[in-house]
């Protein structure tokens, strides 16, 4: 199946800082997700983003769909301990008519 | 609105023994997919169904199966359990699948001894 690489694998960050991480594709994408997981439960949806260049924001948390439609970025600013989690994107291609999951970063906010 | 749900949340079984898990969709979604989470391989899609009907499959043997019934509740079952098998499995609906945003249940753990 298509690979979406994450990075970073792991973030260790203070509180109050911003994070940023991204994902990306050797393949075209038509709609990217970000999704927030805690331990023992199941992923969260965060943004979906359905246009290339297209900037969505929820709150304190700001994606992008890349130009090329082959990568898509999420922020998060001023972090706060109930950030921490593993954050993954996810790609749908008409190819296969699936969503693709990216590998997933653990982010850890230090009080 | 109620979310996905799934049960059990944790199982426990031995080599050689079935599974079947249960997935309801969140209220007016027909479409139902399947994952499997595991620490190294991440979330691996199983299949899909919409209306009663599996419409895309994923690389998984054929040990593993599952239907739909009429009001979208989705089963997943998996036959000669092997110890590989232990993961978190986490079922996730749309509204009509495709490009829809797909939302996740909180998943059963299975355990497999």
């Known amino acids: 199946g298509q690979q979406l690489n994450q990075s970073p694998q792991s973030m260790f960050i203070q509180e109050g800082e911003d994070v940023s991480m991204n994902c990306t594709s050797s393949s075209i994408f038509n709609t990217w997700l970000w999704y927030k997981q805690d331990p023992g439960e199941g992923p969260v949806l965060l943004i979906a983003l359905y246009k290339a260049g297209e900037l969505t924001s929820n709150g304190r948390l700001t994606a992008q769909f890349g130009i090329t439609r082959k990568d898509s970025f999420l922020n998060i600013s001023a972090s706060i301990p109930s950030d921490v989690g593993i954050y993954f994107c996810a790609g749908h291609q008409n190819t296969g008519n699936q969503f693709y999951f990216g590998t997933g970063t653990s982010l850890t906010v230090i009080p | 609105k109620a979310g996905v749900t799934q049960t059990p949340r944790y199982l426990i079984k031995t080599r050689g023994q079935q599974v079947t898990l249960s997935c309801s969709p969140i209220s007016g979604h027909r479409s139902v997919s399947w994952y499997q989470q595991t620490p190294g391989q991440g979330l691996q899609f199983l299949f899909e169904y919409f209306s009663e009907t599996q419409r895309n499959k994923g690389n998984f043997p054929g040990r593993f199966s599952g239907r739909q019934f009429s009001n979208s509740r989705s089963e997943m079952n998996v036959s000669t359990l092997e110890l590989g098998d232990s993961a978190l499995y986490l079922c996730?609906?749309?509204?009509?699948?495709?490009?829809?945003?797909?939302?996740f249940g909180p998943g059963t753990r299975l355990t497999v001894l």
């Open positions: 996730a609906s749309s509204l009509a699948g495709g490009l829809d945003t797909q939302y």
